[in-house]
């Protein structure tokens, strides 16, 4: 009996020793594996970075995309023509004005690499083939109020001739405001205000105010116009747009009456 009982416990401590030994066997194997991982990761990291490539994103597929449609470092109007021809997107679609949007270019008509590379990399593209299929999605931006708002107050900027201008002209300003603010219903001076435009003779551009003031305008003011003070912060020119307005339509947009103030009657006393 007693050395049944020494067998048993000797048995149970080589079981105990080999349960540990397989234990810390696992924990070696999982170590090790997980180090391979690691190494693996950090090498996937490593040979990425040789060639540009970050969350899918080929920075080199990018830059040579560029010289493709560039001369001495910079695409002109006749590279980008052929680069949105490749996109079969037309030079007055909205999405050449976004994609400008996400380069952060500084001007119509000229990418830069470091422009054209930015804006492939904020889009999360590195080809022709996933940038037209991301256009789509690129002209949902224009849904977003706080999206729409930053490529609005863009569109000045780069909008002008050169960065520094102070205006933009007002055939370019025409241009962008029919690609901005195409919905009549959301926006419903927007085309009477390009009409304007064309016919009055006072202005030959726009400045900051104006064009940031306009989509405000567009926005807050009623549609018949019943909110709208004349003694408000309002740019001049829109002042002058909304009597063209009254003018041009008086049924529609009535002048307000006036009455008069009997203080300032004059009673000449005899």
Same mark, same amino acid.
């Given at each position: 009996?007693?050395? /049944?009982? *020494? #067998? !048993?416990?000797? !048995? /149970?401590?080589?079981?105990? $020793?080999?349960?540990? =030994? !397989?234990?810390? #066997?696992? $924990? #070696?194997?999982?170590?090790? #594996? $997980?180090? /391979?991982?690691? !190494?693996?990761?950090?090498?996937? =990291?490593?040979?990425? /970075?040789? *060639? @540009?490539? =970050?969350?899918?994103? @080929?920075?080199?597929? $990018?830059?040579?995309?560029?010289?493709?449609?560039?001369?001495d470092g910079i695409m002109d109007f006749e590279g980008i023509g052929e680069f949105f021809d490749e996109l079969e997107v037309e030079l007055d679609d909205v999405a050449t004005l976004i994609f400008s949007y996400y380069c952060k270019a500084e001007t119509m008509c000229f990418y830069t690499k470091e422009e054209f590379v930015q804006g492939f990399k904020e889009l999360k593209v590195d080809s022709i083939t996933k940038l037209k299929q991301r256009i789509p999605r690129m002209k949902q931006d224009l849904q977003d109020e706080n999206k729409f708002q930053e490529i609005y107050e863009f569109t000045y900027f780069w909008s002008r001739e050169s960065t520094d201008k102070r205006c933009i002209d007002l055939e370019t300003a025409v241009c962008q405001l029919e690609l901005l603010l195409k919905d009549d219903k959301k926006y419903p001076f927007a085309t009477p205000f390009r009409t304007y435009l064309g016919e009055q003779t006072s202005y030959k551009a726009m400045n900051k105010d104006q064009w940031r003031l306009l989509l405000e305008f567009c926005l807050t003011i009623n549609e018949d116009l019943s909110n709208y003070d004349d003694n408000g912060c309002w740019p001049v020119m829109l002042d002058e747009f909304v009597e063209w307005l009254q003018e041009k339509h008086p049924d529609r947009y009535p002048k307000p009456q006036v009455e008069d103030d009997p203080y300032l009657t004059y009673n000449p006393v005899y």
């Open positions: 009996m007693g050395n /049944k009982l *020494t #067998k !048993s416990k000797k !048995s /149970k401590k080589n079981l105990n $020793v080999d349960n540990k =030994i !397989s234990k810390e #066997k696992d $924990v #070696k194997d999982k170590k090790i #594996k $997980v180090e /391979k991982n690691v !190494s693996d990761h950090e090498l996937n =990291i490593k040979e990425k /970075k040789k *060639t @540009n490539e =970050i969350d899918g994103f @080929n920075q080199k597929k $990018v830059e040579d995309l560029f010289e493709n449609y560039a001369e």
